[in-house]
């Protein structure tokens, strides 16, 4: 049985936010070890790689929340 667009919509978001709280808590954890040992430019590094690691898969996430649902006969 094909998921409505409106229950893929839903099971989407709700993963999204649950992706998005679990890996902010592991760049946290990953900050603390490493950042304390670096410097300016480690940080920097890590945040832009941190800030933009997220993206393709909620990108492909999203793309699946909006794919065409397949076609009933």
Do not use: C, N, Q
Request: proline share 7%; glycine share 8%; net charge positive.
């Amino acid at each position: 049985m094909a998921m409505r667009a409106r229950t893929r919509k839903l099971v989407g978001t709700v993963l999204l936010l649950v992706v998005l709280i679990i890996y902010s808590l592991l760049v946290m954890l990953a900050a603390a070890a490493v950042l304390p040992a670096g410097g300016k430019i480690v940080e920097l590094i890590f945040y832009a790689v941190a800030g933009l690691a997220w993206v393709l898969p909620a990108g492909y996430l999203i793309k699946w929340m909006y794919g065409a649902p397949p076609d009933h006969p």
